[in-house]
Structures are given as C-alpha cells and as structure tokens.
C-alpha cells in the first residue's frame, strides 16, 4: 500500500472549514483514499473514501486532484467535537488491512 | 447494532501475569483485526482474521502475544507473560467483505497497563 504524508497539525476557527491535506504522490490505479479519524481515548472513526471522483457525505467531502496524487478532507463547517487526529490511507480494492501513519492533529478553536 | 464490543475498558495488572482481552465483532462481519496503540508506534495492526482463520500475524510483536478466533462472534488477544513495554491501548475493528468496502468499524479500545 502507498505512504501518505501529512502535516502533523493543524488549527482551525470554529465555524469555518477545516481543509486536511494528504499526499500520496505514490499512488496506484487500483487504491482507494481513505479518511479516519481518532477522538482522543476512541478507536478510529470511518469519515470517507474514494477512488477518482470526490465525494461527499453527511460528515465531509473529499477532493481527489486528476493525477490522484494528493487528496483533501474537507469538513465543511468545523464545530469543537472535530478536535480529532485526523488519517489519510491509501488501501487496495483487495488490501486486507489498513496502515495508519501519524495523522493530522486538527485543534478547532473557539 | 452494538458496535465492535471490547473487554475490559481498563486492565492493570503486574508484570508477568497472564493478560487476556476480548472482543466482540459486528454481526455478520467476517473480517477481524486487532490494533495497538502507543504515542512512540502510533497504531500498529498486530493480527487480522479472515472467517475465523488468522491470515497475517507478522505484526504480532513476539511469542508472549496469541490471538484465538473461535468462531465468528468473538476474539481474544492473549498476553503471557505480559512485561511493562506492553501498556498500550489496544483495539479491536472488524469488516464485512474483502473487496469495496466502507472501511473498519473500531471498538473502543482495552487500555492496558502493565506495572
């Protein structure tokens, strides 16, 4: 499965949108973008995936660039429980397991 | 639906003792994966089952750590004897499928202390 990189932390003021980016530059064509994320002391929580195309759901979106080489979580409009480690995995359509890297710590501030 | 369901929350207990910790699957789900925890590590995948049957155990540290998955709707993950440098939180996910998929459901972790 492809590394992804992530900035180890991030800020941002409640009420805006969190933009959580993530590098995959080494990418195949048959791996899915995977978005988790941990509140502290809770096992990971599934936000997200996708392929290709961005997505959406009730929790964020996710933008894929064209050559998929890097990827954005978006949480629209960040409230204080989105203080959360946030991690990006790239996985295979067969892969079995998930490897997590060290993530994005989001602090989302009053 | 329950969730992912682990026992104990907390453990604490002394160096050499036999530590067991459990887990409970979603229903129906026939992929199971226990996880480590620690701030040096991160998460680390120790084990992962698929119908029951252990497919890849590389993660698994060393001799003193066993899983067991009896049946589809429990695991354990056995320490024995347990040493110090094994405090961590440990979790237990499961998936149904192998293909696309929406990703692990994660319990809520056993945090284990070992004195």
């Known amino acids: 499965d492809a590394k992804t990189t992530q900035p180890p932390s991030m800020d941002c003021a409640e009420g805006r949108a969190a933009n959580l980016p993530c590098n995959h530059s080494t990418i195949s064509g048959n791996e899915y973008v995977y978005w988790y994320r941990q509140i502290h002391s809770q096992g990971p929580q599934y936000i997200i995936h996708g392929l290709k195309n961005n997505e959406t759901n009730e929790m964020a979106s996710l933008i894929i660039t064209e050559d998929r080489k890097s990827s954005t979580l978006i949480l629209p409009h960040a409230t204080l429980r989105d203080t959360a480690v946030y991690y990006c995995?790239?996985?295979?359509?067969?892969?079995?397991?998930?490897?997590f890297g060290t993530g994005t710590s989001l602090t989302v501030i009053p | 639906d329950a969730g992912v369901i682990q026992s104990p929350r907390h453990e604490v207990t002394e160096m050499g003792q036999e530590v067991t910790l459990r887990c409970k699957p979603i229903s129906g789900h026939n992929s199971l994966f226990w996880y480590r925890q620690t701030m040096m590590r991160g998460l680390e995948l120790l084990i992962y089952?698929?119908?029951?049957?252990?497919i890849d155990d590389s993660g698994m540290p060393e001799d003193r750590f066993s899983a067991k998955m009896p049946n589809a709707s429990f695991s354990t993950l056995k320490i024995q004897p347990s040493e110090p440098r094994d405090s961590a939180v440990y979790f237990c996910?499961?998936?149904w499928g192998t293909g696309l998929n929406y990703g692990y459901t994660f319990g809520s972790g056993t945090r284990l202390t070992v004195v």
């Open positions: 995995i790239v996985r295979s359509n067969t892969g079995n397991q998930f490897y």
């Open positions: 996910a499961s998936r």
């Open positions: 089952f698929n119908n029951n049957v252990p």
